[in-house]
């Protein structure tokens, strides 16, 4: 049995897009599911928080090149807030905020077309990612991708987002 986690999820929707597979609590539900999975990759706290953002090509570009340096749109971005809560001990039940993912749904739609799959699956794929993102894990190189990926698909199946 997984434990029980406090976390409270912000899930925004500046897309401009009314689409059934941006609806908030879904979301929430699968962040919900999807932590307790994590919990040795989280430090200890009361609580957790965290914001989820779908977004436009372009606001992600704009945050592509302010933060990375890079250009052009990308699919998600995490920015992660872990190192920053690390430095001092919270409160007692103040909970610790891990970060921000923002996904752009216009380059999600283009990548569920290009791999012949769902919006609501790519979607999944690019919010497993970002959060593990804000987790501390990355893919420097084949062999930790390929480990990340590995991990974003027990999380989907959880869901019922692949089977």
């Given amino acids: 049995m997984q434990p029980v986690l406090e976390c409270e ?14 609806a908030i609590a879904p979301w929430e539900n699968h962040l919900q599911r999807w932590l307790p999975e994590l919990t040795a990759a989280l430090p200890p706290a009361d609580g957790y928080e965290l914001t989820l953002r779908f977004t436009t090509d372009a606001e992600i570009h704009n945050l592509n090149h302010q933060y990375r340096h890079k250009d052009q749109p990308t699919d998600v971005l995490s920015f992660a807030a872990l190192e920053d809560n690390f430095a001092s001990p919270l ?4 909970p610790l905020y891990l970060g921000d993912i923002i ?14 799959h769902s919006l609501q ?12 993102h804000l987790l ?19 999380l989907l199946r959880n869901v019922q987002l692949i089977p």
């Fill in 121 to 132: 699956t790519e979607l999944g794929w690019l919010v497993s990612h970002g959060l593990l």
């Fill in 9 to 22: 999820i912000f899930v925004e929707n500046a897309s401009g897009l009314e689409l059934p597979e941006l």
């Fill in 136 to 154: 501390g894990w990355d893919h420097p190189d084949e062999a930790r991708l390929i480990e990340m990926l590995d991990r974003q698909a027990v």
């Fill in 91 to 94: 409160p007692p039940g103040e």
């Fill in 103 to 116: 996904v752009s749904v216009e380059t999600a739609q283009r990548q569920a077309q290009e791999r012949q």
